[in-house]
């Protein structure tokens, strides 16, 4: 059995970065510290904000994301996990600059919702996440119908991640996801906790449907990666 080193971009936001790395630590079969995977994590806050790059007003976020990924590979990572849904606009990019796998938060997210059978799922994400088609385009692949919320709605969705998780108002955040989540649930089968501050403001049992959380998934494939239960 040949184990890997996990290597994560993060910082987008540090919260997120931090919440994946307990989420693997979690998911770990272990019973002693010498049982864990490898981690290295770059936390790099600086990169600019990718939501505002896709919408057409902000820095490209590219070179930023582009070093991140290359110091995880020179500093021996086998593959890297990024915990940034709207990040992954960006991942063939990435990955051409890199000779180590970029494993993808979305597809395996997608993967997963098809396991379940769901024929149609809610997304609650950034506005670069929905404009950018980073859920669409894995989805609809698979024959599975996705619904965002609208306007005012996903305005109350960028208010709960900008000015709630982001800024520390936690309680915030989750308040504005949950009133929103709400009137998004009788139109779908599951909920995908589609931005990294969401998978940290919201927990299972807080909707009627299932919550499919792309922090989680990427947790556990990571794990199974890492400790050479699945193959590159």
Known sequence: MTERTIGILGGMGPLATAELFRRIVEKTPAKRD??????????????????????GNGEDPRPALIKGAKKLESWGADFIIMPCNTA???????????????????????????EMGLRKVGLLATDGTVKGLVYHRPLLRRGIGIAVPDGKDQELVMKAIYDGVKA?????????????????????????????????????????????????????????LALGLEDL
């Open 34 to 55: 010498q049982d864990h995977p490898r981690i290295i994590i770059y936390n790099d806050p600086k990169i600019p904000d990718r939501t505002a790059f896709i919408l």
């Open 88 to 114: 992954h606009f960006f991942a063939d990019d990435i990955q051409r600059a890199i000779g180590i796998p970029l494993v993808s938060m979305v597809e395996a997210t997608a993967e997963r919702i098809a």
């Open 168 to 224: 520390g108002k936690l309680e915030l955040g989750r308040g504005l996801l949950l009133e929103v989540a709400e009137r998004l649930q009788p139109r779908v089968d599951g909920i995908i906790a589609g931005c990294t501050e969401v998978s940290v403001a919201l927990r299972p049992g807080d909707l009627k449907v299932p919550l499919i959380d792309p922090l989680d998934v990427i947790a556990e494939k990571a794990v199974k």
